[in-house]
């Protein structure tokens, strides 16, 4: 339940050998490279690997590749045997050779497209016995075909002052459009396809393929059209054995590619010395010696094994390791961002406290377990890790259902619960919110104190807004208003909560010159005393605010506890009719309470996790150990 430690591995060798060192180091998948740059004390002479990537066109071309004959590519294939230059060639051969069979099925559908389209505009003139070629061959006159909107038509003889220039004949129509063909004289065409053009007439020009009367030419494009979507089905069959008969061929080059890439990748990481090169990296504590072990593999170099280094500039990379029923909420965590090396991994915290909110603000035992099939379904269906995450809630969710007694919004199914939403339960309700929310605080401002011991950093632990300082001071005042408003009896004289109070507030606000001193330096204040101590008095003004407003912050898991039961009541008033209760509307609210309030509830309780939790001791500007 913490961050892994770590180990550095530092591999050194001459020149020749970082080919053969990098391969194997790539293929190692307990090794994460890092650049040897940010971990070698010493660099002078050195120069980095500056290549361009080799194998980025190739991979690009693959994937474009795969996604036109829609193969998947799981990086599981087995790769070929030989060297990249043999690889290469055949990736174009079959691109060259899959574009051909994209042309023809490209072709043969923008045929059908055009087919299709030719026997929509003649099966709006198909009455007419004429040729075509004749209609839009005339000398001296000119015949337009199209169509308009059925109004302008019936109004085309009301308006028209060119209507004994010009036939109109109606070849069909409906309520909203009318089809039909105009003949004008030649002289008289720019008026009247002005006017027509004002009635929204919209010309529809027949390809040159319709040949004859129109009904000949709709028989002739009908037979095209059925030959093209033959050849088209043959095309697709043509490119889908393609496809198949290519799988296994393209994942096995793509593995053989995602190989030379990584160790592309760990090559870029190097440091080149006058003498050989220095290549770095991290592996886990207990695997180290394993992971050094098999890089000594390639003769002629030296590998060693050490802590990393707590003043290098470049802190290690991150790995996780939580128990199997933390782990989904890592990816909330990664959200935030990862915790660095040398801080506290906050995914047990997360956890816990996640559930706690979502149970307290949604205790149901029907509504929970059906949030549970619903994670059940989204994890082993979708793989989404959200379903794991709400498997989880929901086990929360029915353990507070039987604490509030509620069964699918029904208070009276259980013989015993809180009601929370009775009496002085309200009250009750809401107080243990807020305690919920100090023990939280308390809890974040530990984690701070153990983050700052972590990190060697005294000022941080002992004096910080989130501090030993800090936790003393809230919990003066806690004690202090209880104990003034007679809730418990705190056996505490006032004037030592209020001389602890004042002392941890002057603490808090000289915490910069404070930890100058711890550390030695000469200059206690990075700017005049005037300067910092007005800056310092606005800072510690904002500490105390936030310490109110989170503690208040927390009332909402009460709030939407008593949210919950009287979205339940509405659901049930709903459904009252006069022989009893409709069971199709108490289903249906109960679909939607879990679905609507369920989703608010899961944004509420991520907000308290991101602002009240983390803002106090986490920092999540870590990078994750990575070895792809």
Known sequence: ?????????????????????????????????????????????????????????????????????????????????????????????????????????????????????????????????IPLDAMFSLEYFRFRFGRMPYENYMALDKYSAEKDNYFFFVSSSDKQEVFGMYIVPTSHAPMVDALFKTMHFERIEISNRAQGTPAEA???????????????????????????????????????????????????????????????????KKKSEKVAKDLCAVPGVTVSVEEPDPEQPVLPPTKLKNPWFFRPFEEYVRMYGMPSYNELDPTPLVALSYMLFFGIMFGDVGQGAVIILAGMVL??????????????????????????????????????????????????????????????ISVSIFMNILNGIRQKDLAKALFSNNSVASLVFYWAVLLLVLGVLNFVSVGIPVMILVAVIIVCLALIMMRVPLGALIKRRKKLVPTTWIDYLLESFFDLFETILSFVTNTISYIRLGAFALNHVGMMSVIFLLSETTSGQNPVIVVIGNLFVIGFEGMIVCIQALRLEFYEIFGRFYDGRGREFITD
């Not at 060639?89 to 899959?98: A, G, H």
């Not at 793989?383 to 995450?389: A, D, L, S």
């Not at 353990?399 to 009601?419: C, R």
Request: charged share 30%.
């Open 1 to 129: 339940m913490s961050v892994v430690k770590l180990n550095l591995i530092k591999i050194k060798g001459p020149r020749n050998l970082l080919d053969a060192v990098v391969k194997k180091a790539a293929e190692n998948a307990d090794f994460a490279a890092e650049n040897a740059a940010d971990v070698v004390r010493t660099t002078a002479g050195c120069v980095t690997v500056n290549e361009t990537d080799p194998y980025a066109s190739a991979l690009a071309s693959l994937t474009a590749l795969a996604e036109s004959v829609q193969v998947p590519l799981d990086g599981k294939g087995v790769a070929p045997t030989g060297e990249y230059e043999d690889l290469a060639p055949k990736i174009q051969e079959e691109r060259e050779r899959c574009s051909v069979l994209e042309k023809k099925c490209s072709d043969l559908e923008g045929r059908i497209k055009d087919d299709e389209k030719i026997l929509e505009q003649l099966n709006h003139m198909i009455g007419a016995n």
């Open 379 to 440: 994890w082993f269906a979708k793989k989404m890790f959200i379903g794991r995450i709400l498997t989880r809630v929901g086990i929360m969710s029915v353990a507070f259902g039987f604490v509030y007694g509620s069964v699918f919004g029904y208070e009276d199914i259980l013989p015993f619960g809180f009601k929370v939403n009775e009496g002085p339960n309200i009250n009750i309700t809401l107080f243990a919110a807020v305690f919920v929310g100090v023990v939280m």
């Open 218 to 284: 709709f028989e002739k494009i009908s037979e095209d059209l059925s030959n093209s979507k033959k050849e088209y089905e043959e095309a697709l069959a043509e490119k889908k054995k393609y496809s198949d008969d290519i799988r296994d061929e393209l994942n096995g080059w793509y593995t053989a590619l995602c190989a030379y890439e990584r160790s592309f990748k760990v090559k870029r990481t190097a440091l080149l010395t006058p003498d050989g090169f220095i290549l770095c990296g991290y592996a886990e």
